[in-house]
């Protein structure tokens, strides 16, 4: 907690009396959301007390304070993962210094595999449930009090009001017929899966699968933030359509479906 309060006391010196009422994590390849932002304050997650540091190409590592769709917002520029080496009290991070700073939802995107062979290209998911396959979680250990109760339940941990907002302003921006509803499976990574091990997470229920977001959510949920998060899927792990991934292809996708996640975000943020 002295940590966290250190980073939250550091920021709050930096920005002012910017109060910010939303927190957004930006995922592989979907940063270009800055672009529609009033940025008021650019803090490099390198001068920030105990943050990490973004190691994945395309995460910039910053934290930005600023204005969208008029609300006051905290957008982290780049994620953590666990993959990266960072425990998960690192990668949550950034998640509890936002709610000590007072957001008062929290908004997640990432770039994911399709395993539901009726996903494409582009398509974005609403995350209503995840199946947590990362090897721990950022609740192990001694339980912060000051932010949650030892054991939260995760009966709804993806805002039911906030997925059905999504659901309507993507039909009234007409690209409702590629927003999809399901369920994203979090494993650790960095490697992708193998085809037996996508036919695995299919059958256990999963539509979609990352190496992020869950450990995020988690921790969302331990302090009572409502959280509404999106995939961008950006490759096809089903099969008939699985074949090879180069990073470059995601990104390629993930910036084609970047409009529609910007419009998104924005209408549900106005709507809240």
Known sequence: MQDLRE???????????????????????????????????????????????????????????????GRRVLVMQGRFHYYEGYSMPQVVFPVRVMKLLGIRKLFVSNASGGLNPDYNYGDLMLIEDHINLQPT???????????????????????????????????????????????????????????AEYRYLRTIGADAVGMSTVPEVIAAVHMGLPVLAVSVITDLCSPGKLKRVELADILRVAADAEPRLTALLKAVLAGC
């Open 7 to 69: 980073a939250a006391d550091y920021i709050r010196q930096q920005i002012g009396d910017f109060q910010p009422e939303f927190g957004i994590i930006l995922g592989t390849g979907l940063g270009a959301l800055v672009h529609d932002i009033d940025i008021a304050f650019t803090l490099p997650y390198a001068r920030l007390p105990h943050f990490p540091v973004s190691t994945v190409e395309s995460h910039s590592g910053n934290l930005l304070a600023g204005t969208l769709a």
């Open 137 to 195: 979680n950022p609740l192990v250990g001694r339980n912060l009090d000051e932010l949650g109760a030892r054991f939260p339940d995760m009966l709804e941990p993806y805002d039911h009001a906030l997925l059905t907002q999504a659901r309507d302003a993507a039909q009234q921006l007409g690209f409702g017929e590629k927003v999809r509803r399901g369920v994203y499976a979090s494993l650790p990574g960095p490697m992708l899966e193998t085809p």
